[in-house]
Nanobody
C-alpha cells in the first residue's frame, strides 16, 4: 500500500489561495484529491494520472483549482485559488489503480488536512 503525506492546509480569507501537497511513497495509476465537510459525504475534487498527466476536476472547482504533479518527487499538488467559504473541508489525498474517480476507486488515503475559508 502506498503511504501518502499531505501538507499545506490552513485558514484563509475568501478569495485567497492555498496549495496542498501530497508526497507518495510509491507510484500508482491515479492520484486524487477529495474533501469532506462536516456532516457531508466525502466528495471528489480532482484527479491526475501519472502516465500522461491527464486531469479531471469536479465542476464546482473548475477554473479555480488545479491539480499537478512533480513526477521526480512522487508528489501531487492542488493549487486552490479564489477560495470560497463552501470550500471549507478536510482535504484528503488518495492513490489508486483504477480508472474511476469515486471514493472506492482509491485504495490508499492520506491523513487529511484542514482547509478553512473565512467570509
Amino acid at each position: 500500500q502506498v503511504q501518502l503525506v499531505e501538507s499545506g492546509g490552513g485558514l484563509v480569507q475568501a478569495g485567497g489561495s492555498l496549495r496542498l501537497s501530497c508526497a507518495a511513497s510509491g507510484r500508482t495509476y491515479n492520484m486524487g484529491w477529495f474533501r469532506q465537510a462536516p456532516g457531508k459525504e466525502r466528495e471528489f475534487v480532482a484527479s491526475l494520472r501519472w502516465s500522461g498527466g491527464r486531469t479531471y476536476a469536479n465542476d464546482s472547482v473548475k477554473g479555480r483549482f488545479t491539480i499537478s504533479s512533480d513526477n521526480a518527487k512522487n508528489t501531487v499538488y492542488l493549487q486552490m485559488n479564489s477560495l470560497k467559504p463552501e470550500d471549507t473541508a478536510v482535504y484528503y489525498c488518495a492513490a489508486g489503480f483504477s480508472l474511476g474517480v469515486g471514493v472506492r476507486d482509491f485504495g490508499s488515503w492520506g491523513q487529511g488536512t484542514q482547509v478553512t475559508v473565512s467570509s
